[in-house]
């Protein structure tokens, strides 16, 4: 098992944590959700956009038979802003082990008209219920104890005007993965660090959407400052991680025409991949 990162000395529980409370949906009627989206997961002024899988997450959960995210793909279609929003959900189709289930947060503009920020289609299932066959070339990234690695403590905020959002996790950067943060980026798109939520809480199906979009952007490795939108995230949930801090390692292998893949793991205390992500994200080219 890999050496701990430190955690609260009272640790938050599952269901009883900022996260569960910030990512609660209340249901409205069957379909319908309101939320009041919280500020602390910003980057700047925008809602960091794995809280906002997140909460599309519960929603779905609550909507459809089966109680674990498997695939999620989301269409980022505008910037979501702190406050009021709605969330509408549809059952897509039920099976015996996986339903299928579609959903989208709407915010509202200036003249009070609707406005939708995200859309979701995702797959649900029990993942206590799959076989224990691994059968995988895949393995754990190597990273420093989290003694010797760095976190947004250790240095000035990575972005102009800050992150709320860095408040909330625990994160541990790869020196390796930090050239940016010196002025030296090494041109590779990588990012490594230790993972987990500031208040303890373990890690569970749900905040693993969260998980693979709270990295700082490959982007800054490779040079390049700047907010980086997502257009388009998909998440594939493989294990009920393990109690203790993850692992994640997000690489871009392409730039081109302003936009770059992101292509994420997470590894959890037992060295186990608990959750693959890719997105599409658009950058500033200077």
């Given at each position: ?79 979501s802003q702190p406050g009021p929003a709605v969330v509408r959900t549809e059952t897509v189709r039920t099976g015996r082990t996986l339903s ?152 871009t292998r392409n730039l081109a025409g302003g936009f770059l893949e992101e292509d994420a793991e997470v590894w959890d205390s037992e060295d ?15």
């Amino acid at each position: 098992m890999p050496e701990a990162a430190s955690v609260p000395a009272a640790a938050a529980l599952i269901g009883d944590s900022e996260f569960d409370r910030d990512t609660e949906v209340v249901r409205r009627e069957p379909g319908v959700y309101d939320i009041d989206l919280s500020a602390g997961w910003t980057i700047i002024n925008a809602v960091n956009g794995g809280y906002l899988l997140a909460v599309l997450g519960r929603a779905l959960a609550d909507t459809l038979p089966h109680p674990d995210p498997f695939t999620v793909s989301a269409h980022y279609l505008t910037a979501s802003q702190p406050g009021p929003a709605v969330v509408r959900t549809e059952t897509v189709r039920t099976g015996r082990t996986l339903s299928t289930g579609q959903a989208s947060l709407f915010q509202y503009d200036a003249d009070g008209n609707e406005v939708e920020r995200i859309r979701v289609l995702a797959s649900y299932g029990d993942l206590g219920a799959l076989p224990d066959d691994v059968r995988t070339t895949a393995v754990p990234p190597v990273i420093p104890p989290p003694a010797r690695c760095l976190g947004p403590e250790d240095g000035p905020a990575p972005v102009e005007g800050g992150s709320a959002i860095t408040d909330r996790l625990m994160l541990k950067l790869d020196p390796a993965t930090l050239g940016w943060a010196l002025g030296a980026p090494s041109g590779k798109g990588e990012m490594r660090a230790w993972f987990g939520l500031a208040d303890g809480r373990d890690a569970d199906p749900l905040s693993l959407l969260l998980t693979v979009d709270a990295l700082p952007p490959t982007a800054f490795e490779i040079g390049l400052t700047g907010w980086v939108p997502t257009v388009e995230l998909t998440v594939h949930v493989r294990r009920r991680p393990a109690p203790g801090p993850l692992r994640v390692s997000i690489t871009t292998r392409n730039l081109a025409g302003g936009f770059l893949e992101e292509d994420a793991e997470v590894w959890d205390s037992e060295d186990r991949l608990v959750a693959q992500s890719r997105q599409l994200a658009r950058v500033r080219l200077g």
